[in-house]
Every structure is written in C-alpha cells, then in structure tokens.
C-alpha cells in the first residue's frame, strides 16, 4: 500500500426519541451558529414547526474545522429528529472530533439536551479511499475461469477491428449484520447490508494499480484491512 488519496470518513449516530433539539437549531440563531462554528455555505432546512410529523432535516455543506491545529474539510453534516449524519475528509479521529464539536454546540443552543445528546445509542461508520495497491484480481480465480475469460468473454466481445481484453477489476464482499443486544433491537434500529470493495480506478489502466477502496469500518481499520488484503495476494 503505497499511498492513500482522498479519504473521507461517514458517520451516522443515532439518539433516543427527543435528544436532539431540532426545535431549538431552527429557532432564533440556532441554524446560523452551526453555520458559523464550521464555516459551512450553504445551510439548508424545510420551513419547521413543533406539530410537522416527521420534522424535517437540516443539511450543511461545504464547512471546515480546525481540529488539533489541523484544517478538516466537512463535506456535509445533516442534522434529523433522531439521527446526526457526517462525512469528512480525514480520519475517524477527526471525524469523531467534528461530532464532539457539534454536540457541544447543540448543547450550548439547548442545555436541557446535554444529557440526551451524550447519550449516543448507535454508531455507524464507513470509509473510503483511492490507494494505489500491488493486487491481480486474476489471482482469485482457477485457471478454467481465467481462461473463460480471457478467451471466450475476451473473444465474444471482439469485433472486426476490434480487440477485447478482460480484466477482473473488483474485488467486493457483502457483510450482513444481525442484531443480538436487545436494547439496540428495541429502538427499532435495522441494519442494511454492507460491502467491502476494493474495485480498479474507471478510466485508468489496471496496471497503474490505483484502486478505489469502501467499508463500513472506521478508517484505521479499513486501512488495515486493506494492508492485509494486499498481503494474501502478495503471498499467493
């Protein structure tokens, strides 16, 4: 793994029923003080009031935060009855800084959420980046399958003038969850199924060995993860 470009952490959190003061972010200067402490540019929410069923969601794009001497880009941050949605491009370390900030600042525009907001009953994380990786797809398959498609796809998609080459290019598993604690089942929570997918860059050769990467894991461990990948086909 020889280098690492563009990457960019997701987090979702979810809170109890009520912990998140939507209310009081669209009330006043609430919108404009998240504004504000991220610099975002282009706040944007769907005109509010107590008795809308469900209340809408705010949306920020385009913001920063200085974390540890540090400009962090945050791409978006989205703000629901029950759930804070974030994406930055950095690590989940700084990921996890942007959501203290964020709910110290929730906090401060409603104190009687304090507690609520510190009370996080789920977290979700995904992470994804451009590495360029010393990996042959082709490795994967049998020798019957690599001929299959080198020869017969490779040779039914050739024309008159035209050469086909195949090329396996993506690497992809999906990861189901089932859930066991009770108390995570009681809030109605469902888990989707995940991918790890490590897929060839489109319109570059797969020899350039740049591959787009994608897991539903903090970033130190999908980077990890990753490494290790390498490593099997390294070692095959």
Same mark, same amino acid.
């Given at each position: 793994?020889?280098?690492?470009?563009?990457?960019?952490?997701?987090?979702?959190?979810?809170?109890?029923?009520?912990?998140?003061?939507?209310?009081?972010?669209?009330?006043?200067?609430?919108?404009?003080?998240?504004?504000?402490?991220?610099?975002?540019q282009?706040? +944007?929410s769907?005109?509010?009031?107590?008795?809308?069923?469900?209340?809408?969601?705010l949306?920020?794009?385009?913001?920063?935060?200085?974390?540890?001497?540090?400009?962090?880009v945050?791409?978006?941050?989205?703000?629901?009855?029950?759930?804070?949605?974030?994406? $930055? @491009?950095?690590?989940?370390?700084?990921?996890?800084?942007?959501?203290?900030?964020?709910?110290?600042?929730? @906090?401060e525009?409603?104190?009687?959420?304090?507690?609520?907001?510190?009370?996080?009953?789920?977290?979700?994380?995904?992470?994804?980046?451009?590495?360029?990786?010393?990996?042959?797809?082709?490795?994967?398959?049998?020798?019957?399958?690599?001929?299959?498609?080198?020869?017969? $796809?490779?040779?039914?998609?050739?024309?008159?003038?035209?050469?086909?080459?195949?090329?396996?290019s993506?690497?992809?598993a999906?990861?189901?969850?089932?859930?066991?604690?009770?108390k995570?089942?009681?809030?109605g929570?469902?888990?989707?199924?995940?991918?790890f997918?490590?897929?060839?860059?489109?319109?570059?050769?797969?020899?350039?060995?740049?591959?787009?990467?994608?897991?539903?894991?903090?970033?130190? $461990?999908?980077?990890?993860?990753?490494?290790?990948?390498?490593?099997?086909?390294? +070692?095959?």
């Amino acid at each position: 793994m020889k280098k690492i470009q563009d990457l960019t952490v997701s987090q979702i959190y979810l809170f109890q029923v009520g912990a998140i003061p939507l209310g009081a972010v669209v009330a006043g200067r609430g919108i404009e003080t998240v504004r504000q402490k991220f610099a975002f540019q282009n706040p +944007s929410s769907l005109p509010w009031a107590p008795e809308l069923t469900p209340a809408p969601a705010l949306r920020f794009a385009n913001g920063e935060l200085l974390v540890e001497k540090t400009r962090v880009v945050v791409p978006s941050v989205a703000i629901e009855p029950r759930r804070i949605l974030l994406t $930055v @491009s950095g690590t989940s370390e700084q990921a996890d800084q942007v959501f203290r900030v964020l709910v110290q600042t929730l @906090s401060e525009l409603a104190p009687d959420h304090a507690e609520a907001l510190s009370n996080v009953v789920y977290k979700a994380e995904e992470t994804a980046c451009i590495a360029c990786l010393d990996l042959d797809f082709g490795q994967v398959f049998g020798r019957k399958v690599r001929d299959f498609l080198t020869r017969r $796809v490779a040779d039914t998609a050739s024309k008159p003038g035209i050469r086909a080459c195949v090329e396996p290019s993506r690497f992809a598993a999906t990861i189901t969850f089932e859930l066991t604690d009770e108390k995570i089942k009681e809030q109605g929570i469902t888990l989707n199924p995940k991918e790890f997918t490590v897929e060839a860059m489109k319109g570059l050769p797969i020899k350039d060995k740049l591959f787009v990467t994608k897991s539903p894991f903090g970033s130190s $461990v999908h980077l990890e993860l990753i490494k290790q990948l390498e490593g099997l086909f390294q +070692s095959v």
